[in-house]
């Protein structure tokens, strides 16, 4: 059904089209798909053909109206007016500002070797982040290049030096900042733990070092779920849906974004790869 609905996206889809073509009731397939993806038919639908849109919107190509028409809308104001709610901008604003920002990638199956639940899915996004300063602790760490591997031992030491260092002060979310070196061999790295410098007062800031995040375009796969199952998730977004993807990475630093931990061995984060459009 996944596929279906990426190879008809400019074509009308109703719930009970796709229904029929899942061999499933209505019922049964609103079920099982907000079970795997978190999502409703219809919104992800309607996001999908949406994020479409905005690709076209900033492709400059064509009339409003005739994007409005591409993507199954009967008007230029519904075309707006849906746009609008997604992006929060309308579909000029959004052109005039011409960067990719809330792009749903469509829904991807991931295969997970180690879960004895199956397979997985996991939703990508384009985004646009401004400037922004970082404020922690840096760890050497040998990163998933490298020919031995320790991330999964040397980031939990610099959160640990974080939190002693800031007293184990809460923050409203936590950013793990990959920083590379070309000049030293590959897959060595360092890793900055730490919080955006406006939530830090002094004196506290007197005792972390300071990194600054350059403006650019992201790649965003959010997880949430086990631990241990993260650098699984970061795989499959680096090694598969990547070179699969119409885009590439770019130099530049990669970035986790968490939120508070609020159960035991689970946590809620965001992994930001700098990409660009393979065709730009």
Not at 33 to 58: C, I, P
Not at 75 to 104: D, H
Not at 245 to 263: F, M
Request: proline share 5%; glycine share 6%.
């Amino acid at each position: 059904m996944l596929d279906y609905v990426d190879q008809h996206i400019s074509q009308p889809i109703s719930l009970e089209l796709l229904a029929e073509k899942s061999c499933w009731s209505r019922w049964q397939l609103q079920r099982v798909f907000q079970a795997y993806t978190g999502k409703k038919v219809a919104k992800y639908v309607r996001e999908q053909k949406l994020s479409h849109a905005a690709e076209l919107v900033l492709g400059k190509q064509q009339r409003m109206l005739d994007i409005a028409s591409a993507c199954g809308f009967g008007s230029e104001i519904a075309f707006s007016r849906a746009f609008k709610k997604q992006f929060g901008l309308s579909p000029k604003q959004y052109q005039l500002r011409g960067t990719r920002t809330g792009i749903c990638q469509r829904v991807v199956r991931a295969p997970q070797p180690s879960s004895s639940q199956g397979d997985v899915f996991y939703q990508v996004k384009i985004e646009h982040s401004n400037r922004f300063d970082v404020v922690g602790v840096s760890q050497p760490v040998q990163g998933l290049m490298s020919t031995n591997p320790d991330y999964l031992q040397t980031v939990p030491l610099a959160w640990q030096h974080f939190q002693k260092l800031t007293h184990e002060q809460p923050f409203e979310r936590y950013v793990g900042v990959f920083q590379f070196d070309s000049d030293i061999l590959e897959g060595s790295l360092s890793y900055f733990a730490g919080t955006d410098a406006a939530n830090v007062t002094h004196p506290l800031t007197e005792t972390l070092d300071l990194v600054s995040i350059d403006e650019g375009q992201y790649a965003v796969l959010k997880y949430e779920g086990e631990i241990e199952r993260f650098s699984e998730a970061v795989s499959w977004f680096i090694f598969h849906w990547l070179p699969h993807s119409s885009y590439i990475a770019l130099d530049g630093s990669e970035i986790e974004v968490y939120q508070p931990q609020t159960e035991q061995g689970f946590i809620s984060v965001e992994y930001w790869l700098p990409v660009a459009p393979k065709d730009a």
